[in-house]
């Protein structure tokens, strides 16, 4: 599966005064087994550290607000370049092999809208109960086409 490394995934991480989780957020996704990742940081304008600590693990790093759906937007449509979007909210750890494993998923499966990846086996969040929990709930992998002059280019 070496050439799925050639395939770029962006990671987008909205953010407003996250400067507790962030780190632990951005070690998470530096330590993926799958390597081609850009990691960008959409800020809704925080009163504290976030950025500065952001800031020490990618170069992307913006200022957009005042919703999460326009910090989402503005990382997708303006800044990402990856065959893949990902969108990861400030408190969540993933674990090791999660890019890699929607990677693989959705170049096998080739399903279209989405393909469901179990959280209890690839992610974390500090907000929910832990992984081992029957009330840790599914997360889903979505697949789109990009809609603006990058054909090709999936969310999940």
């Known amino acids: 599966m070496d050439y799925l490394q050639g395939m770029l995934v962006s990671v987008i991480i909205t953010t407003k005064n996250e400067e507790r989780n962030i780190e632990h957020c951005m070690k998470s996704i530096k330590f993926q087994s799958y390597e081609n990742i850009e990691i ?23 200022d957009k607000g005042h919703e999460r759906s326009a910090q989402r937007n503005f990382g997708m449509m303006d800044i990402a370049k990856g065959k893949y979007v990902m969108f990861v909210d400030a408190d969540m750890i993933l674990s090791p092999a999660l890019i890699e494993a929607c990677v693989i998923t959705l170049e096998q499966q080739n399903t279209g809208s989405h393909t469901p990846v179990p959280k209890t086996q690839y992610l974390t969040t500090s907000s929910l109960p832990p992984p081992t929990s029957p009330l840790h709930p599914p997360t889903n992998v979505r697949r789109f086409t990009h809609p603006r002059n990058r054909p090709g280019q999936k969310i999940f």
């Open 40 to 62: 960008i940081v959409v800020d809704n304008f925080s009163a504290d550290k976030t950025k500065e600590i952001a800031l020490k693990y990618t170069n992307k790093v913006y």
